[in-house]
Antibody, heavy 121, light 107 residues
Framework: EVQLVESGGGLVQPGGSLRLSCAAS????????MSWVRQAPGKGLEWVST????????YYADSVKGRFTISRDNSKNTLYLQMNSLRAEDAAVYYC??????????????WGQGTMVTVSS | DIQMTQSPSSLSASVGDSVTITCRAS??????LAWYQQKPGKVPKLLIY???TLQSGVPSRFSGSGSGTDFTLTISSLQPEDVASYYC?????????FGPGTKVDVE
C-alpha cells in the first residue's frame, strides 16, 4: 500500500523557520515527482512547490519563492519543505502529494494526511 | 500566470440529480486538467486527470470533459456521499494552480 506520512508541523513565531518531512512507503520513490499543497483553515487548496523525481528541477508558487525550499532524499524515501521567514498567511495544513509520473506536469494521485503549521506570536 | 476559475462556487441538488461544475483557464492548457474531491475533514482525492480520464476506483457517475480553456465535471446521479468540495487543477506548466473550489451539498 502506498503511504505518505507528513511530520514537522507545529507552532512557530512570525519570521521563524520550520522543516516539514514526508516519508513515503510502498512506491519506487525516485520515479515520481512530489509536491507540497497547503490549505488554510476554511479555504481552498493552494499549490506550494513541486520537485522532479531525481530532484534536478524545482518549482515554487510566487507566494513562497525565496522563502521555502523543497528537496528530497531518495535514499530515505523522504520529501522535505524548508520554510523560512514564516508569515501569518503561511498558516495552513500542508499536504504532501505524489505525482502520477516522474514529470512534474501531472496530477496528484496520492496525498498524505497533512501536517498543521501555525504561525503566531 | 494562468488563472483558474470555477462556477458555481456552491450548489445544492437532490439525490439522483445530474450536477455539472465548470472550470475555466485564462489561457489554453490543452487537456492538462485534473479534478479532485475533498470531503469535509478529509484529504483531497483525485477523481479525473487528463481532463476526462477517470482515476482507478472512482465511480463511473463522475465524468470530465473539455480541452483548451473550458472544462466540466459532471456527476450523473448525485449521491449523499458526494457531499464535498470539488477543485480543478491545471498542470501544463508551473504554477500548478488550483481553482477556488465548488461546494456541493445534497438537499
Amino acid at each position: 500500500e502506498v503511504q505518505l506520512v507528513e511530520s514537522g508541523g507545529g507552532l512557530v513565531q512570525p519570521g521563524g523557520s520550520l522543516r516539514l518531512s514526508c516519508a513515503a512507503s510502498g512506491i519506487s520513490f525516485s520515479s515520481y515527482a512530489m509536491s507540497w499543497v497547503r490549505q488554510a483553515p476554511g479555504k481552498g487548496l493552494e499549490w506550494v512547490s513541486t520537485i522532479s523525481g531525481y530532484g534536478a528541477k524545482t518549482y515554487y508558487a510566487d507566494s513562497v519563492k525565496g522563502r521555502f525550499t523543497i528537496s528530497r532524499d531518495n535514499s530515505k524515501n523522504t520529501l522535505y519543505l524548508q520554510m523560512n521567514s514564516l508569515r501569518a498567511e503561511d498558516a495552513a495544513v500542508y499536504y504532501c502529494a505524489k505525482g502520477r509520473y516522474i514529470d512534474y506536469r501531472d496530477a496528484f494521485d496520492i496525498w498524505g494526511q497533512g501536517t498543521m503549521v501555525t504561525v503566531s506570536s | 500566470d494562468i488563472q483558474m476559475t470555477q462556477s458555481p462556487s456552491s450548489l445544492s441538488a437532490s439525490v439522483g440529480d445530474s450536477v455539472t461544475i465548470t472550470c475555466r483557464a485564462s489561457q489554453g492548457i490543452s487537456n492538462y486538467l485534473a479534478w479532485y474531491q475533498q470531503k469535509p475533514g478529509k484529504v483531497p482525492k483525485l477523481l479525473i486527470y487528463a481532463a476526462s480520464t477517470l482515476q482507478s476506483g472512482v465511480p463511473s457517475r463522475f465524468s470530465g470533459s473539455g480541452s483548451g480553456t473550458d472544462f466540466t465535471l459532471t456527476i450523473s446521479s448525485l449521491q449523499p456521499e458526494d457531499v464535498a468540495s470539488y477543485y480543478c487543477q491545471k498542470y501544463n506548466s508551473a504554477p500548478l494552480a488550483f481553482g477556488p473550489g465548488t461546494k456541493v451539498d445534497v438537499e
